[in-house]
């Protein structure tokens, strides 16, 4: 019976490491998926406009920050205008993340 309890206790324990592993990774992702696309697009700035490095590294934050609140109000304020409290159709988020996703 105590060889049963003690399995029992690990695999809890080992489910809740997974859970709570699972949600921070979750919870952090989002804050560090635009690190790649903004050293991208810095370096552009700087290679290419010839701009300097810390302007260029202002025009990526600036631009990955309005793709991250573009993406984050989509998704916060759910699929409801607060104005008029009706539904956006499916197919008008739909072309709202394909627009941003091609920017």
């Not at 010839?50 to 990955?64: F, Q, R, T």
């Amino acid at each position: 019976m105590a060889d049963h309890s003690f399995l029992f206790r690990f695999r809890e324990t080992l489910s809740e490491i997974e859970a709570n592993l699972t949600d921070g990774i979750a919870a952090f992702s989002p804050w560090i998926t635009p690190i790649p696309s903004a050293v991208l697009v810095a370096n552009a700035t700087i290679n290419d406009l010839h701009w300097s490095i810390e302007l260029g590294w202002v025009a990526a934050a600036i631009i990955e920050s309005l793709g991250l609140t573009t993406v984050s109000t989509v998704y916060c304020c759910g699929s409801t205008t607060p104005a008029s409290g009706r539904t956006i159709p499916m197919r008008r988020l739909f072309w709202q993340h394909l627009s941003w996703a091609f920017t």
